[in-house]
């Protein structure tokens, strides 16, 4: 790599971080100097400012709240990986198991959360049906992703088993899942947001019936309460929630996946 | 047969010896018919022709991946099914690698297979990189390696278990010819050393006369062997060999063949 070359790269990453802080800032200003001159009132539009200093002055509310948004959604999201994985390698072992059930995981899938969150209400705790809420959401990119790697092994790598008399497990354990690891977690990867997503929309469905305690259910009473401030700050919470999420998953995902997998390798051969 | 310039001495201890093999495909395409073919102990025979003309299929029906529709494969000696994977490596067209294992992890694979113990089976790949000269990437991705490298890797794992017979499906095609052409001498050298039997899959007329002692000719359509030569040539054979005239003239008469196999279907 040539010197120039190498200085335009470094320039580019410089650029992939410090456009979007800037563009924030821009933003920002323009929002808290719209709202200041155009005296908007709190109760329509706060500004940033008075979002932060709620944040900070109603954090032991609002942190406790993300805590339990959070310890759902990542519940939710294990209980996804461990369900999407394990029925992924099931389907794939047993062909009756996934002629039997596919179809039911696919109805699972397409059929809104929000909708079925209220009837999950209805016979389970409340916290019990939001985690279901999470795990409904999260478990299927993980099992259709699983499934698709784990049918996208290399056809001469099986055979090359098959000649050395590799048993079913041999394969599964040495050939299958590895194979399958780059799919595993792409799936992972979006269960993570989405997980998210089930939380909060099991928390708003729940929200009428007034026991929960999560940021989505602050947000709806905040609501109810026109304390926008503390919904626009309960909102801040919930997307560096899920930055957090994503990024955290992509870390695992190059991790994994660097010393070997096309999509994680970075600069020149 | 009978005009063939080198007739083959019938020989009996054939290591193996397909006879009247046909392969048809769900799709109804006749990959093979009537087949004869006998692989004798301690030969290096290639089997030469056009692409389509069923040498791989050959090549997997042998190794067990493909199972014949009409005809048998007979095994010297007693072997049983079981026992027979252990005396077959396999090198396939590409290095077929897994890209998640490091180099020795991936030459490691059929002793791992086999249950080997882990110090026997270190000992192993170590000696089986070392044969191919890549003892200083054991621990190297297959990514990180040229398609030469990554082929000698995979000449290296199935020669880890030492097998009776090595089978290999056009495995340096993709090469550049300088890479060939080293490969061809090494695997000469490995073949020697290791006094174990090749069947080589090829279409390259020149690569078959450098390394085989005997050429099986095939046709296409359906695939079967048409003409057999032997190549009495002697080994060692080098790069003295590979500019002889003994050697253009070699390729000279196996092209002729192969063009009569091409025209008619039989010499």
Not at chain 1, 25 to 52: C, D, K, M, N, T
Not at chain 2, 164 to 191: C, G, H, S, V, Y
């Amino acid at each position: 790599m040539n010197p120039a070359s190498s200085r335009r790269e470094r320039r580019d990453r410089a650029l992939r971080v410090v456009l979007p802080v800037v563009v924030l800032a821009i933003v920002l200003a323009i929002w808290e100097a719209a709202v200041r001159s155009l005296q908007i009132p709190p109760y329509v539009l706060p500004g940033p400012v008075l979002i932060w200093q709620t944040l900070v002055s109603d954090w032991a509310l609002l942190g406790q709240s993300l805590l339990v948004t959070l310890t759902t959604t990542v519940e939710g999201f294990l209980l996804a990986a461990v369900g999407g994985i394990g029925l992924a390698v099931l389907f794939n072992q047993f062909r009756v198991l996934e002629y039997s059930l596919y179809p039911y995981a696919v109805i699972l899938q397409v059929t809104p959360v929000i909708a079925i969150a209220p009837l999950l209400l209805v016979y389970l705790q409340q916290p019990t049906a939001v985690l279901v809420c999470a795990w409904i959401v999260a478990f299927f990119p993980v099992l259709a992703n699983t499934t698709l790697g784990l049918n996208s092994v290399d056809r001469n790598l099986g055979e090359l088993f098959a000649l050395y008399g590799a048993s079913r497990l041999d394969v599964l354990w040495n050939l299958k899942l590895p194979s399958a690891l780059p799919y595993i977690l792409a799936g992972l990867r979006i269960a993570g947001g989405l997980s998210l997503v089930g939380a909060v929309a099991a928390e708003i469905a729940a929200g009428s019936a007034g026991a929960g305690s999560g940021l989505a259910f602050r947000i709806t009473e905040s609501g109810y309460r026109l304390n926008i401030p503390r919904m626009f700050a309960a909102l801040l919470l919930l997307s560096i929630a899920g930055i957090v999420i994503f990024y955290l998953l992509a870390l695992i995902n190059h991790l994994a996946l660097r010393r070997w997998h096309e999509s994680a390798l970075q600069g020149e051969r | 047969m009978s005009q063939l310039p080198a007739p083959v001495p019938r020989s009996t201890s054939a290591l193996v010896a397909l006879r009247g093999v046909a392969k048809a495909f769900p799709n109804g395409t006749q990959a093979l018919a009537g087949l004869d073919l006998e692989v004798r102990q301690g030969e290096f025979l290639s089997l030469l022709g056009p692409s389509g003309c069923g040498k791989s299929t050959a090549l997997r029906i042998i190794a067990g991946l493909s199972e014949p529709t009409a005809g048998a494969v007979e095994w010297g000696g007693p072997a049983q099914k079981a026992e027979r994977r252990s005396r077959i490596g396999f090198v396939f067209q590409e290095p077929t690698l897994m890209p998640w294992a490091d180099v020795s992890a991936n030459v490691r694979l059929p002793l791992k297979l086999a249950g080997t113990p882990t110090e026997a089976a270190a000992a192993r790949v170590d000696a089986a990189l070392q044969r191919v000269g890549l003892a200083q990437f054991a621990h190297v991705y297959p990514r990180e390696l040229s398609g030469g490298m990554r082929m000698r890797v995979s000449i290296a794992r199935a020669l880890v278990t030492e097998p009776e017979l090595l089978l290999m499906d056009e495995p340096f095609a993709a090469l550049d010819e300088i890479t060939r052409f080293a490969l061809n001498d090494d695997l000469l050298r490995m073949w020697q050393a290791l006094r174990t039997t090749i069947v080589f899959v090829t279409h390259s007329v020149f690569e078959s006369v450098y390394l085989s002692s005997r050429i099986a000719v095939m046709s296409p359509r359906p695939g079967r062997v048409v003409t057999e030569r032997a190549v009495e040539a002697p080994y060692p054979r080098g790069n003295d060999f590979r500019t002889s005239a003994d050697y253009a003239a070699l390729c000279r008469r196996t092209s002729d063949a192969l063009a009569r196999a091409m025209a008619g279907g039989s010499p």
